[in-house]
């Protein structure tokens, strides 16, 4: 086997979007009254900020949900994960169990210690592949083979 890289995005933060377009949509309806009906120029430098608040809150949380990604690198000899906080790592042999809920995988390493990978967009497919993948290195670690 060669190493495989499985990426778990986090859900698109579509609340923070929706926002951004309230605020935009209120800040050029601002600044159009503002030029249009000779409003006072007060109300179009609110528009003008809404408009830049909206920018900046659709850049943040771009960023935001680009960085939250957590990229898992499976190898023969063990794992990667790689999260915006933190890198952790283990060898296969150290992995004791494995349990799996339907939004996250634990790798137990003895009584204590867990890595937890979790999946906030739900059941997926890549957390699927990520699972099945999981399974035929731990089970090739271990010296066990497949007769399908």
Known sequence: MSSRIHVLTPPLPLR???????LALIGAVLVVATSAAGL??????????????????????AVSWRRMRVRV?????????????????????????????PTSLTLHHG??????LVSHRGVTAELIHLSGDLARRLDAS??????L
């Open 142 to 147: 271990r010296g066990y083979t497949s007769r």
């Open 40 to 61: 006072p120029a007060a109300l179009g430098i609110v528009g003008w900020a809404l408009l830049a608040g909206a920018v900046a809150l659709l850049v943040a949380s």
């Open 16 to 22: 923070a979007f929706a926002v951004a377009a309230g």
């Open 111 to 116: 009584p204590d210690q867990r890595v937890l």
């Open 73 to 101: 690198e499976l190898t023969d000899d063990g794992y990667i994960i790689t999260g915006p906080d933190r890198q952790q790592s283990g060898r296969w042999s150290e992995v004791t169990k494995v349990t799996q809920s």
